[in-house]
């Protein structure tokens, strides 16, 4: 059982940066896959990127690559989103999900945040 709980969305300029943040309250993200999606009303949740815990390796959405990094920090057990160059269609509620899988898809994710809403303003 993972119990994650989400935080740092807010609302931002066009261009500016915010970071987000995941940790397991309940749990460790140890040899799991650690994605963030987003979604807007009416549209499905969208993928965003994905990073493998335990190989530090990571994967990305081609509408966030070069300007969104995900990244962990194992002492807090949390999953970082640091969205640089945000754009107004970047604003959405954004998820923390975690699977022992990789995949793109939200199906495929057992654990999930709460939600934190971004809004980008332009």
């Known amino acids: 059982q993972v119990l994650l709980v989400e935080s740092g969305g807010g609302l931002v300029q066009a261009g500016n940066s915010l970071r987000l943040s995941c940790a397991a309250s309940?749990?460790?993200?140890?040899?799991?896959?650690i994605a963030w999606f987003r979604q807007t009303p009416g549209k499905e949740r969208e993928f965003v990127g994905v990073?493998?815990?335990?190989?530090?390796?990571?994967d990305y959405a081609d509408s966030v690559e070069g300007r969104f990094t995900i990244s962990g920090d194992n002492a807090k057990n949390t999953v970082y989103l640091q969205m640089n160059s945000l754009k107004p269609e970047d604003t959405a509620v954004y998820y923390c999900?975690?699977?022992?899988?990789?995949?793109?898809?939200?199906?495929?994710?057992?654990?999930w945040g709460q939600g934190t809403q971004v809004t980008v303003s332009s």
């Open positions: 990073l493998w815990w335990s190989g530090h390796s990571d």
């Open positions: 309940e749990g460790t993200f140890s040899g799991m896959f």
């Open positions: 999900a975690a699977a022992s899988i990789y995949a793109r898809s939200p199906d495929r994710y057992t654990y």
